[in-house]
């Protein structure tokens, strides 16, 4: 049970349950709090002395692809705490890092809260599951009604997405990404954006998101060796599958999902075609009807909050699956923030006319009120911090019970700061002048790969005309003041 998780804890009751497990273990804050994982978990201490610095997961460095993990915590551990989150930026990875001194016991997880975090009011007990809290806890129930009404409603009980910091506990947290929690004054806080934004050129911004994509792929392949990754119609894969033309054939397996009632002909399977064969690359066509079910998942449905009913085998298994979630932060998936109310991102984040995630919501836009002053529109960030930190968060942890390991080469607050430089107007959902640039130079001007269209649905098309006869943006601030569509 508990597949790839991690406890730290202070709580004598865990430790001597946990200590009888053959997880691995480490002493923390002078013996204070003791650092459990699951076996399979890759869990790395500097050699340098004190301040001590862990590392669950692994990080991937795009300047220096050979860099093993090891070698990057002990160069993270020569410097202060102060300065400890902008060089952590760097790096790719779905990681937690737990930084321990005289004076602070802080822990934190990469970009966009790939690897979980949960804690306890008490600041006692931190672990990637509440219901691995639930082993040495008593979790305590809502009495708050409108919180109550949320985790009892038809929305929750089909999405099963918390919201903000919430959990369906009244005692248990979750960890919003770009905050740390500060264990020894048990407090949470946020640590990016912490400065002023500067605008970069589609030119400029384009050359270096090429680079460090290549390079943190590049690392991500010297690290397995072996990796799967999705070709699709659209943007974010077609970026990883010109990034990744310099690993060795028999080393990458690409392929495509040729979801339920998808037709042969539907853009996804004919454009990965086009675009694989453009460089003499073979692609695997996934037919989802013919993977098979796991018999036994009883173990992955005792070890997280919220399980999936069903679940497909691991087809590539042996091999690290390439994923492009996390891009689109910088594709302006939720729109403008132009007159938006709580109750506007209730309904855009599919949450409907609940009253908690609208009190929710009206706490974040008065936190994130800032973000303007320093360059960025906060509506990227809500798609960052609640699209990505929770939604697909979740389906990481998951994918984790299972021994599925995902990478993204996308998660890096450096390369989403570099994406988000690029003003607005050319990072749209549908028509996204930065990740043609990307495409443009990874591709190195191929005219039969630039020619490509992205994803074209009718829908697409609609929208694109739209936004050529500047449109678009009015369109979608009617909608949602009407309420009329939803994310889009």
């Known amino acids: 049970m508990f597949l790839n998780q991690f406890l730290l804890t202070r709580s004598p009751n865990f430790k001597e349950k946990w200590n009888q497990l053959n997880w691995k273990k480490e002493s923390i804050g002078n013996g204070e709090f003791t650092l459990f994982c699951h076996p399979n978990i890759n869990v790395v201490k500097n050699s340098t002395g004190n301040p001590n610095l862990f590392l669950i997961g692994s990080l991937y460095d795009w300047e220096f692809p050979e860099l093993t993990d090891q070698e990057i915590i002990d160069e993270l551990s020569k410097g202060s705490a102060s300065t400890l989150f902008d060089r952590v930026s760097k790096y790719t990875g779905e990681f937690i890092i737990i930084f321990s001194s005289e004076d602070s016991l802080i822990i934190f997880h990469d970009a966009t809260g790939q690897r979980e975090i949960y804690y306890d009011l008490s600041f006692d007990n931190v672990a990637s599951q509440v219901s691995l809290l639930a082993q040495g806890i008593e979790l305590i129930p809502h009495d708050n009604k409108h919180a109550i009404e949320f985790y009892n409603s038809e929305v929750f009980k089909k999405r099963k997405l918390l919201i903000g910091d919430s959990t369906h506990v009244k005692n248990v947290k979750h960890l ?11 407090k949470v806080t946020r640590f990016y954006p912490n400065k002023n934004l500067p605008e970069r050129s589609l030119n400029d911004a384009g050359r270096i998101a090429a680079t460090m994509i290549k390079g943190y792929l590049k690392a991500i392949f010297n690290r397995h060796q072996k990796i799967a990754l999705a070709v699709t119609g659209g943007y974010d894969s077609r970026i990883l599958f010109l990034a990744s033309l310099e690993i060795p054939e028999e080393k990458c397996t690409y392929y495509v999902l040729k979801r339920l009632n998808m037709p042969d002909n ?18 695997v066509i996934l037919d989802a009807s013919k993977i098979p079910k796991m018999e036994d998942i009883s173990d992955v449905k005792k070890s997280l909050d919220f399980p999936p009913n069903e679940v497909l085998e691991d087809v590539f298994k042996g091999q690290v699956y390439i994923n492009g979630n996390v891009f689109e932060i910088a594709r302006s998936v939720f729109g403008y923030a132009k007159n938006v109310t709580a109750e506007d991102l209730a309904f855009i984040t599919g949450n409907g006319k609940l009253k908690f995630p609208t009190l929710i919501y009206k706490e974040w ?5 800032e973000f303007k002053k320093l360059g960025y529109d906060f509506m990227d960030f809500l798609y960052w911090e609640d699209r990505m930190g929770i939604w697909l968060s979740k389906s990481r942890t998951e994918q984790l019970a299972l021994n599925k390991i995902i990478k993204s080469p996308y998660n890096s607050r450096q390369l ?26 990874l591709s ?42 939803g994310e889009f």
């Open 444 to 485: 190195e001007n191929n005219k039969e790969v630039t020619k490509l269209p992205i994803n074209p649905t009718r829908s697409a098309k609609f929208f694109i005309i739209l936004f050529k006869m500047n449109l678009y943006n009015t369109f979608r601030y009617i909608c949602l003041k009407l309420r009329l569509l």
């Open 176 to 186: 919003n990404c770009n905050h740390f929690i500060d264990l020894k004054r048990g």
């Open 266 to 283: 539907h853009h996804d399977i004919v454009l990965s075609g086009k675009l694989t064969r453009a460089y003499g690359k073979k692609i």
């Open 416 to 441: 989403i700061d570099i994406l988000l430089s690029v003003n607005k107007k050319h990072r749209g959902l549908h028509h996204n002048a930065l990740q043609k640039k990307i495409i443009a130079i």
């Open 365 to 369: 836009i008065k936190n994130t009120s």
